[in-house]
């Protein structure tokens, strides 16, 4: 699935270590002015791939998204260094299945929408519970596998965020496993790639927010280089409505340095 993606762009984009995931809750208001300092980024970064996440209605919301969204979407899809991906929470599994089908049949329907570009390319599976039991690794390896069938996209990424260390067997039903999601104040680095599942850094993506205007981002991105981290975002607020643009640009500028 994320393989494909790679295929897909290695003819238009050099190949970096990590890509940006980022979470994009904000409601993109009229024009997509409230994303404009993410497209901004994106449009000035055009050799750093982006996987960015949408969230109408904490999911997909009504059919169709309003005119804003529609709007905002299809400029997001406008750039060829992106993916967008469908927000869906499960609730540490306690959301039933057939919830989650539905939201995926949604996201699957934008697709079919005719006067703009809305599609998603694959879903963000939330609040992943990461306990070792087979009832939990049948619940997602279920959900993933009903994204790949559904999803009309020719990448289909499936990204699973229990913010925190992962048993093994899950990584086997996604192509990003978010490992850590948590403020600034509680990342250290080298040592907190070190309480990762091992052996699965190529598939490990860190969210940090709450992330003050000194941080360094260039240092601690390039231990991710050479931890082989796969993907990565740092972000000013807590609840990702908030995306400042020297932040943004600072974070591309450390992935593009690697």
Known sequence: ?????????????????????????????????????????????PTVQWQVIVNPNSGPGTYPPDANYIAAL???????????????ATNYGRIPYATLTSQIDLYARWATYTQANIAV?????????????????????????????????DVTPVVFNPGASTPAQ???????????????????DGATIGTFQPGFNDQTAI????????ADLKSLVRTMVQQGIQAVYFGVDCCYNVFSGQLLSALASAVLAG
């Open 207 to 214: 969210i940090v927010h709450s992330t003050p205007s000194t």
């Open 74 to 88: 299809s400029k997001l899809n406008s750039y060829r260094n992106v993916v967008t991906l469908g927000y869906v």
């Open 1 to 45: 699935m994320y393989l494909a993606w790679l295929i897909s762009l290695i003819f238009v984009l050099p190949c970096h270590s990590l890509f940006i995931l980022l979470p994009l809750y904000l409601y993109p208001g009229t024009s997509a002015s409230a994303w404009s300092n993410v497209t901004a980024t994106i449009a000035a970064n």
């Open 121 to 153: 390319d694959g879903v963000f599976f939330d609040e992943v519970n990461n306990t070792a039991a087979s009832a939990v690794y049948t619940y997602y390896r279920r959900a993933a596998a009903y994204v790949t069938t559904k999803i009309p996209s």
């Open 170 to 188: 899950l990584f086997d039903y996604a192509d990003t496993v978010v490992q850590f999601e948590n403020p600034f104040s509680a990342y250290q």
